[in-house]
């Protein structure tokens, strides 16, 4: 398999063989094989296989193909061809046809969604702060209000309360504005006292 | 405690009164437990500063929660009150009580 064309060739000849199968709903092994299938082929050919597949199976098979494909290779045909050729503003100037239905993309996108490296919130801005603030400061003021933040905000995500969990980050950032002012004062205040203090 | 001459009543804003008379009242409790039941009083973005002040001065005591280790979230600390922070808050409870009946402190 030097080049498409023989690609080309090699796949008119698995279809004889009948391969890639088409796996019906409850044959998993065949489903298994479609899967082994695709992960182990070159990759400049998977997408062009990929494509095809999609016509004949249906969407929510596609997506849980799509789903146990390896991560990489998933990514790699996700974004650079299947997310590209089925945005609604690029549909119109593709060569190829509109997909079936939008629940593949649907499924992608929770897919590429679920498997997202999740940080908890405020993470970055921990680590800016940890900088400017002393260990105890960091301790015992701003981790406590991270670890409010995280709590509240996993809470309303396993309610699956999503604009909640925005409001509660929003209101845990505002609570973090509101300790460095108040942090400041106070150590300025420290520092004017231990200075007027009579010794 | 920072006030070592015993002469001088330790200060206590309002806040602090508020904190050490929850904290009598439930043992030990964690910062946000303390802004909830507040309605409203204490702040989330501040608690913590007057927490950590109150703790500089010796009327509270907090540690780390341990967790198991199938405990998920980070760990939080459990304030309570120490035997300073009883004194100054009966102290000031006493204060607060005379100023309101009117009366003079002896």
């Known amino acids: 398999m030097s080049d498409p064309a023989d690609f080309k060739e090699l796949r008119r000849e698995m279809r004889l063989e009948g391969l890639p199968q088409i796996p019906n709903r409850d044959d998993e092994g065949k489903f298994q094989d479609l899967v082994d299938y695709v992960n182990a082929m070159p990759e400049k050919y998977r997408d062009e296989l990929l494509r095809d597949l999609e016509d004949k199976i249906t969407p929510s098979d596609m997506g849980r193909l799509l789903r146990s494909l390896t991560p990489t290779l998933q990514l790699s045909f996700n974004y650079d061809n299947l997310v590209r050729h089925h945005s609604p503003k690029t549909q119109a100037a593709s060569s190829r046809p509109a997909p079936s239905s939008w629940a593949t993309l649907r499924n992608i996108i929770a897919s590429l969604l679920s498997r997202r490296v999740v940080r908890p919130p405020g993470s970055r801005l921990r680590l800016i702060l940890s900088w400017f603030y002393s260990k105890k400061t960091m301790e015992h003021v701003f981790n406590e209000i991270f670890a409010d933040l995280e709590i509240e905000y996993n809470e309303a995500l396993s309610h699956e309360q999503r604009v909640k969990a925005a409001w509660v980050r929003l209101r845990g950032y505002w609570s973090i504005i509101n300790a460095i002012g108040l942090q400041s004062i106070v150590s300025v205040g420290k520092k004017i006292f231990a200075f007027l203090r009579p010794t | ?106």
């Open chain 2, 1 to 106: 405690m920072s006030a070592k001459n015993l002469d001088e009543v330790p200060t206590l804003s309002a806040k602090e009164f508020l904190i050490l008379k929850m904290l009598e009242n439930s043992g030990t409790a964690y910062g946000l437990e303390l802004v909830k039941e507040s309605g409203g009083e204490l702040k989330r973005g501040t608690i913590y500063v007057t927490l950590g002040r109150m703790e500089d001065k010796g009327l509270v005591e907090s540690d780390l929660e341990k967790l198991g280790g199938n405990e998920p979230g980070p760990a939080r600390r459990l304030y309570s009150i120490t035997g300073q922070g009883v004194r100054v808050l009966r102290v000031w409870t006493l204060m607060k009580n005379a100023w309101v009946r009117g009366l003079s402190v002896a």
